[in-house]
């Protein structure tokens, strides 16, 4: 079963708007972590953003937001004032110590900014 | 912030010959170290999970025989593609749990394998 769901296989967004980028998740355990990552054409993985399953308030990073609805089990991103540096996939991922602490990721977005 | 240094970032290697990837962590303790592989315009998928000292944890459908892990150390893990074929050729990415890390894992900068 799949843990991870992103459904945007490609989005654009004009330079200095906010995208949102989906993400849903599966999982039967109450503890569990919730990371972004993006990752250029060069192809490191850049961590943006965490959000663990207790906490209350949604995880915020500069320019990354993250809107976290527990019960809809959705962990969606948010990038406010895109920049044209910004363009690259963009990949949701869970932790889950059910199984190890391992990472599940989505199968990303790739995002584009438009000048 | 904690840092991992992947070696080599490219590799271009002949068919049947074999090619060993480093995963460093720079800073920090390694105490689990994963491996990835990723294909293509494709998310990242988990081959393996290794241990300092111990034998590594291969996902189903991965062949421990022809990708060794070795994480003969706190810092350093090696996976090494042996006899590689042209279907091997992926982006190969490693991450590492270190305490260190407030959340707990940091990725190297990945390897592009190309088999001819």
């Known amino acids: 079963a799949q843990k991870i769901t992103q459904t945007q296989p490609g989005m654009f967004v004009q330079e200095k708007e906010a995208v949102t980028l989906d993400c849903t998740y599966d999982?039967?355990?109450?503890?569990?972590?919730l990371f972004w990552y993006k990752q250029p054409s060069s192809g490191e993985m850049i961590f943006l953003i965490y959000?663990?399953?207790?906490?209350?308030q949604n995880a915020t990073e500069g320019r990354y937001s993250l809107n976290f609805q527990k019960a809809r089990k959705s962990a969606n991103l948010v990038i406010s004032a895109s920049q044209l540096g910004d363009s690259a996939m963009y990949f949701c991922a869970m932790r889950d110590p059910l199984v190890g602490n391992q990472f599940y990721f989505g199968t990303g977005t790739s995002l584009t900014v438009i000048p | 912030g904690a840092v991992v240094s992947q070696h080599p970032s490219r590799v271009i290697c002949k068919s049947g010959t074999s090619v060993k990837i480093e995963c460093r962590s720079l800073?920090?303790?390694?105490?689990?170290m994963f491996w990835y592989r990723q294909f293509p315009k494709q998310s990242l998928m988990l081959m393996a999970t290794?241990?300092?000292?111990?034998?590594?944890?291969?996902e189903q459908g991965v062949e421990k025989d022809k990708f060794l892990i070795n994480h003969a150390s706190l810092t350093l893990s090696t996976l090494t593609v042996t006899s590689a074929h042209p279907e091997d050729s992926s982006f190969y990415i490693c991450?590492?749990?270190?305490?260190?890390?407030?959340?707990?894992?940091?990725f190297g900068s990945g390897t592009r394998l190309t088999v001819v």
């Open positions: 999982t039967s355990d109450q503890s569990y972590g």
């Open positions: 800073d920090f303790q390694a105490t689990t």
């Open positions: 290794s241990n300092e000292g111990s034998k590594a944890t291969y």
């Open positions: 991450s590492a749990k270190g305490v260190q890390d407030p959340y707990g894992y940091t």
């Open positions: 959000q663990g399953s207790y906490d209350e």
